[in-house]
């Protein structure tokens, strides 16, 4: 196509207005007209990644093939494209300054004084151009977190005003704002818009499109006021209104022309709509699977927050489109599981999903809610320290090591049947230091695992600091507890499964992470499948 066409996603009045959402369906809509297009997130905040943070700031922590903790926005960016993204698709204000920072010990700057202008600013500039730079993408599309207003933000609205004064027609701003509805005044409120839209124009820049985000539809008359006070044309004004599903909304989008529209602007050639064929199949069989009467997945973890196990919940959910039936995912509260209530609490699950997570607390609800499910045969998936979980109960109450546990629990069990490596135990910080990223794994012909990927190699994306001891393998799999994948190189065992039950699997890495729309994920299909014909 030529140059690399840049397009920046802001967002106004109030987050949590679905930037990401948006971001991925301009992205889908671009693809499906054959362009390749990327998407990548810049976060204001100054932590070097969000690897550190508790879920309950941000939600679940994303985990890229090359190993980069990063924002759960580029989960929906490969939920909807199917692309792979890297750590150059995630980029904070921390790893930012970090960057000019060490550029500035190192003397690169040749003694002059360091400023946001042009120096933070410039480094923004050269991260966003990053991936265009090889030409690999036709788009790239560049998500600003946060609100337009913060404090924080400014860095970035300033480079992106510099961008658009450089690029010119390759550059374009699409600002997400929203439009509420005042229930007493019976009237849709365009004023927040407005003064975001100031907001935007008194640092520079002057948005291409306005996406507004509505409970409620958006007459023609409000759009047009809309356009007046904030100096675009009509057909850029562009409704977002709450959609059964979030992947509904690239056909929305489409409807309203907005791929047409930025294409326009961007002088490209506009040309037939695509038809998304495959998108729309899915969105018909969601549609289908929605009216069926819904199983219920225990998902038993202690963040107790939508966001916190996004990924999951999504893969589920594909799982469920792909298995024609719906999928209803019940949280279950690990901290509040005991005996005496786990048979009410799991009663009529058709499937338990134990969550991966850090540290002791809720940890005794897992054994709990895993000694239940073996034992009355419910289809178990375990993920990460759910896996890890597994082993422990497994051996407390079957190989009667009752002081069994993790060294992350309990640093002098004698049964550390899982353990920390070697080369982690020399690692004292606390930032980008677990096993990260894709590693292959060798599948047990024959084991659930091998039958639901249907091949004996594969690469799933890991995020923990312990493993399986694999002094104690033996005794499990006497026991009826199998190693059904293994890291070809280290010999690490990345899946256990007891195949006397229906289905019982856990797994050292994370697959949801790799679930996407068009791909939904092996092991999950496998686990619906079975608690569907449970
Ligand atoms: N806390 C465990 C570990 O570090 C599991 C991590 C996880 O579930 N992502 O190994």
Not at 41 to 63: A, R, S, W
Not at 429 to 448: D, F, K
Request: hydrophobic fraction near 35%; charged fraction near 25%.
């Amino acid at each position: 196509m030529g140059e690399t066409k840049y397009i920046f996603v802001t967002g106004g009045v109030a987050s949590s207005l679905g930037k990401g959402i948006i971001s991925s369906s301009i992205g889908k809509l671009l693809q499906a007209r054959g362009y390749s297009v990327t998407i990548q997130k810049f976060d204001p905040y100054i932590n070097i990644d969000p690897g550190t943070l508790n879920p309950y700031e941000h939600g679940e922590c994303y985990v890229t093939v090359d190993g980069h903790e990063a924002d759960l926005d580029l989960g929906h960016y490969e939920r909807y494209l199917g692309i792979e993204t890297t750590k150059a698709n995630n980029i904070t204000t921390g790893r930012i300054y970090k960057s000019v920072i060490d550029k500035e010990r190192r003397g690169d700057y040749l003694g002059k004084t360091i400023q946001i202008i042009p120096h933070i600013t410039d480094e923004i500039k050269r991260n966003v151009k990053l991936l265009g730079s090889k030409n690999q993408f036709d788009f790239v599309i560049t998500e600003i977190g946060g609100t337009v207003g913060d404090i924080e933000s400014l860095p970035y609205l300033e480079s992106i005003r510099q961008l658009k004064w450089e690029l010119g027609k390759n550059a374009l701003c699409v600002h997400l704002t929203y439009v509420p509805y005042l229930k007493a005044a019976g009237e849709l409120k365009t004023k927040p818009t407005q003064h975001s839209v100031k907001e935007l124009q008194s640092v520079g820049i002057q948005p291409d499109i306005l996406v507004l985000r509505s409970e409620y539809e958006l007459g023609m008359g409000l759009r047009r006021k809309v356009a007046q006070f904030c100096n675009v044309d009509e057909k850029s004004v562009v409704q977002s209104i709450d959609a059964a599903t979030i992947y509904e909304v690239p056909l929305l989008m489409q409807e309203q022309g907005l791929d047409e529209t930025i294409l326009t602007k961007m002088g490209l050639p506009i040309g037939n709509q695509p038809e998304l064929g495959p998108w729309r199949s899915f969105l018909d069989r969601r549609e289908k699977a929605e009216e069926t009467d819904p199983i219920h997945i225990a998902l038993v973890g202690k963040y107790d927050l939508q966001d916190a196990y996004k990924s999951i919940r999504e893969a589920l959910s594909h799982a469920g489109v792909y298995n024609d039936r719906k999928v209803k995912v019940d949280f279950v509260d690990s901290e509040k599981l005991t005996d005496e209530n786990v048979a009410e609490a799991l009663e009529g699950k058709a499937g338990v999903l134990i969550g991966p997570g850090f540290g002791q607390r809720g940890i005794d609800g897992k054994f709990v809610a895993l000694k239940y499910a073996r034992t009355q045969d419910i289809p178990t998936f375990g993920i990460c320290l759910g896996m890890q979980c597994m082993a422990i109960e497994f051996a407390r109450n079957v190989l009667n090591l009752s002081d069994a546990n993790s060294r992350e629990m309990d640093a002098k069990t004698p049964n550390n049947v899982i353990d920390i490596m070697e080369e982690q135990k020399a690692i004292t910080s606390m930032g980008g230091t677990m096993r990260l990223g894709a590693y292959e794994c060798a599948l047990e012909p024959g084991s659930n695992a091998y039958e639901a990927y249907g091949k004996e190699i594969i690469k799933e994306r890991h995020r923990h600091r312990y493993e399986f001891n694999n002094d104690f393998k033996d005794r499990y799999e006497a026991a009826g507890m199998q190693c059904t994948g293994i890291n070809p190189e280290s010999g690490l065992v990345e899946i256990v499964e007891i195949p006397k039950l229906k289905w019982f699997v856990g797994t050292q890495f994370h697959p949801e992470y790799s679930s996407t729309v068009l791909n939904p994920h092996p092991l999950f299909l496998s686990f619906v499948k079975a608690a569907i014909n449970q």
